[in-house]
């Protein structure tokens, strides 16, 4: 069982940045893949970002703006991101998957955090 807290959500003016972290539970923490997701009001959750060891994927309205990482010693994984846009306002969620690859599903998360609201004023 893991346990996943975001936090690092707020208001930003278009452009600005905003780091979010995502505090994990258990001693296992390095043999999953972690994602970040986002949800708009009125839509469906959407992949944002994924890491496992070494190996990243981000979507394509992300790329070049938004950087995962991860820190195993902390349990913690983060999602910087730059340049925001209005459109990147939604609840962001990190996830959990005991996938050996890099997933980008919903499906193939097992685990999820409660969210942090992320909003990008114009």
């Known amino acids: 069982q893991v346990q996943l807290v975001e936090s690092g959500g707020g208001l930003v003016q278009v452009g600005g940045s905003l780091r979010l972290s995502c505090a994990a539970s258990g001693r296992t923490f390095n043999y999953y893949t972690m994602g970040w997701f986002r949800q708009a009001p009125g839509k469906g959750r959407e992949f944002v970002a994924a890491?496992?060891?070494?190996?990243?994927r981000y979507a394509d309205s992300v790329k070049g703006r938004f950087t995962i990482s991860r820190d195993n010693a902390k349990n913690t994984v983060y999602l910087q991101m730059n340049s925001l846009k209005p459109e990147d306002t939604a609840v962001y969620y990190c996830?959990?998957?005991?996938?050996?690859?890099?997933?980008?599903?919903?499906?193939?998360?097992?685990?999820w955090g409660q969210g942090t609201q992320v909003t990008v004023s114009s």
């Open positions: 890491i496992r060891d070494g190996s990243t």
């Open positions: 996830a959990a998957s005991r996938n050996i690859i890099v997933v980008v599903e919903t499906d193939d998360y097992d685990y």
